[in-house]
C-alpha cells in the first residue's frame, strides 16, 4: 500500500486529484495539508481523510507516508 499525502485541498484537488488517488487499488489518501482551516476540515471530511496539517512540516514528520502530490498553483511552489 502506498500511503499519499496532498498539500493543496482547492478546487482542483476536491475535483479530480483526491478522487484519482482514492481510485487508485494501491493507494491510501492519509493526510491533507493546507494553511486555510475551514478549506482543509471541509476537505478532510469530505474525502474521509483521517489527518489534516496546516503546517506542512508537521505532516513531513510523519515516517508512514510514501508520497506527497503538490496541487498548488506554481507560483506557491518551492524556489531553490
Given amino acids: 500500500m ?3 499525502a496532498l498539500v493543496g485541498c482547492g478546487d482542483i484537488s476536491n475535483k479530480r486529484v483526491a478522487p484519482a488517488i482514492m481510485a487508485q487499488k494501491n493507494s491510501k489518501l492519509c493526510a491533507a ?4 482551516e475551514l478549506e482543509l476540515d471541509e476537505f478532510i471530511k469530505k474525502h474521509g481523510i483521517k489527518d489534516g496539517y496546516t503546517v506542512l512540516d508537521q505532516m513531513l514528520e510523519r515516517n508512514d507516508i510514501h508520497a506527497v502530490y503538490i ?4 507560483f506557491l511552489h518551492y524556489e531553490s
Fill in 2 to 4: 502506498l500511503n499519499r
Fill in 33 to 36: 495539508v493546507s494553511p486555510y
Fill in 71 to 74: 496541487a498548488t498553483p506554481i
